[in-house]
């Protein structure tokens, strides 16, 4: 079983933690812009109805269109600034947790990409459910 959902946005990638002290108690927290884009994402693939994956082995694509400042050659199609494409990855599979599969552990298989958007910014998500 093969999906592809697209979703709709400047991709964002997943901030560091933030942390804070309450007496002896630590904890920690997403920072805002992070919580938003995660938000966001998982209310677009909600909207799409996706077929959950409860268990099995699961193949993810990820293509990340983010924007072209408008100051860059149309020539340049490789995105090679920040954000980094593993912090990318990380903001959707939390995004992705328990509405297109149960455990970030079924992914066995990864192929992310990051490029300047020819039209809007999204992300397009592949996900395959393997045959064992």
């Given at each position: 079983m093969i999906q592809t959902l697209r979703i709709v946005?400047?991709?964002?990638?997943?901030?560091?933690?933030?942390?804070?002290?309450?007496?002896?108690?630590?904890?920690?927290?997403?920072?805002?812009?992070?919580?938003?884009?995660?938000?966001?994402v998982s209310a677009q693939i909600v909207a799409q109805k996706p077929q959950f994956i409860?268990?099995?082995?699961?193949?993810?694509?990820?293509?990340?269109h983010l924007p072209k400042p408008k100051s860059l050659s149309k020539k340049?199609?490789?995105?090679?600034?920040?954000?980094?494409?593993?912090?990318?990855?990380?903001?959707i599979f939390d995004s992705c947790k328990g509405i297109l599969w149960?455990?970030?552990?079924?992914?066995?298989?990864?192929?992310?990409?990051?490029?300047?958007a020819l039209e809007e910014p999204h992300v397009l998500l592949t996900v395959n459910a393997l045959v064992e």
């Open positions: 946005g400047i991709p964002k990638a997943q901030g560091r933690p933030k942390f804070f002290r309450r007496g002896n108690h630590v904890g920690t927290y997403d920072p805002k812009e992070s919580r938003h884009w995660k938000n966001n409860k268990s099995g082995a699961i193949s993810v694509i990820m293509l990340f340049v199609l490789r995105h090679v600034k920040k954000p980094d494409i593993d912090n990318l990855q990380k903001a149960g455990d970030d552990s079924q992914v066995v298989e990864i192929f992310a990409a990051k490029s300047y």
